[in-house]
């Protein structure tokens, strides 16, 4: 049998979670603490295996009985803390992960929850149990994480997705696209700021990525003086399937 101490300050809370736990086989609940000092005092009298820990105690908080239970000042260093607490910061969850928890449960939960937490636990007991001369295969099956499962089928990109780049944002491109569709003879980046509103260079800036993941093309345009314009195509069978460098 695990041996179980609840500690919470909330009596009726701590009734339930004796209840929860002692409806598994395999576990009885050996005593009930409210306050840390009395979680302390019970683990040192009643040798639990595993405490159920709150973290919100009105006179030393959960971190502090994790550490002293781990520094084996209360006569704790073997005893295993599972915390159930509504405490949902991320330094608390860190702190707990610090000092050897070896689960950490959010209130409110529903009862599946904690229950599947303790098989786990009761299972990597047993297994632990098992090992006389632990090789690495044991050891990485000790500490794996539960397998997720199969990554569920992602639904296939629309045709014309790519990957945006920094400083590209999808409703900015489907507006440059729009109007560059819709100009077959070709666009520069001077006419499609006018059409669209915006300066003239994020109108290039635009106007290139579109280039860059072959769905346009330039073409220069000559003049009788100074540079040539660059005037942008949109290619109506340009594969979709390329991608920008993410930045």
């Given at each position: 049998?695990?041996?179980?101490?609840?500690?919470?300050?909330?009596?009726?809370?701590?009734?339930?979670?004796?209840?929860?736990?002692?409806?598994?086989?395999?576990?009885?609940?050996?005593?009930?603490?409210?306050?840390?000092?009395?979680?302390?005092?019970?683990?040192?009298?009643?040798?639990?295996?595993?405490?159920?820990?709150?973290?919100?105690?009105?006179?030393?908080?959960?971190?502090?009985?994790?550490?002293?239970?781990?520094?084996?000042?209360?006569?704790?260093?073997?005893?295993?803390?599972?915390?159930?607490?509504?405490?949902?910061?991320?330094?608390?969850?860190?702190?707990?992960?610090?000092?050897?928890?070896?689960?950490?449960?959010?209130?409110?939960?529903?009862?599946?929850?904690?229950?599947?937490?303790?098989?786990?636990?009761?299972?990597?007991?047993?297994?632990?149990?098992?090992?006389?001369?632990?090789?690495?295969?044991?050891?990485?099956?000790?500490?794996?994480?539960?397998?997720?499962?199969?990554?569920?089928?992602?639904?296939?990109?629309?045709?014309?997705?790519?990957?945006?780049?920094?400083?590209?944002?999808?409703?900015?491109?489907?507006?440059?696209?729009?109007?560059?569709?819709?100009?077959?003879?070709?666009?520069?980046a001077s006419e499609c700021a006018t059409a669209t509103g915006l300066s003239r260079v994020s109108a290039r800036r635009y106007l290139e990525f579109f280039v860059s993941t072959g769905q346009a093309q330039v073409t220069l345009r000559y003049g009788t003086t100074g540079r040539p314009e660059r005037r942008?195509?949109?290619?109506?069978?340009?594969?979709?399937?390329?991608?920008?460098?993410?930045?």
């Amino acid at each position: 049998m695990i041996r179980v101490l609840v500690v919470d300050d909330d009596f009726m809370v701590a009734r339930l979670h004796r209840k929860l736990v002692e409806r598994l086989d395999g576990f009885t609940v050996v005593g009930e603490a409210r306050t840390g000092a009395e979680a302390l005092r019970a683990v040192r009298e009643l040798s639990p295996d595993l405490v159920l820990l709150d973290m919100y105690l009105p006179d030393i908080g959960g971190l502090d009985v994790l550490r002293e239970l781990r520094a084996g000042t209360a006569g704790g260093s073997e005893v295993d803390v599972l915390v159930v607490t509504a405490a949902r910061d991320a330094g608390t969850v860190r702190g707990a992960l610090r000092g050897g928890a070896v689960h950490y449960v959010i209130k409110p939960f529903d009862s599946s929850v904690l229950h599947e937490r303790l098989q786990q636990y009761a299972h990597r007991r047993r297994e632990l149990a098992a090992i006389a001369i632990p090789a690495q295969a044991d050891v990485d099956r000790v500490f794996a994480t539960p397998d997720p499962g199969p990554t569920p089928p992602q639904p296939p990109e629309p045709a014309e997705a790519v990957r945006l780049p920094k400083g590209v944002t999808e409703q900015t491109a489907g507006l440059v696209r729009t109007n560059l569709r819709g100009r077959p003879e070709g666009l520069s980046a001077s006419e499609c700021a006018t059409a669209t509103g915006l300066s003239r260079v994020s109108a290039r800036r635009y106007l290139e990525f579109f280039v860059s993941t072959g769905q346009a093309q330039v073409t220069l345009r000559y003049g009788t003086t100074g540079r040539p314009e660059r005037r942008y195509h949109w290619l109506a069978d340009a594969p979709a399937t390329a991608e920008a460098e993410n930045g």
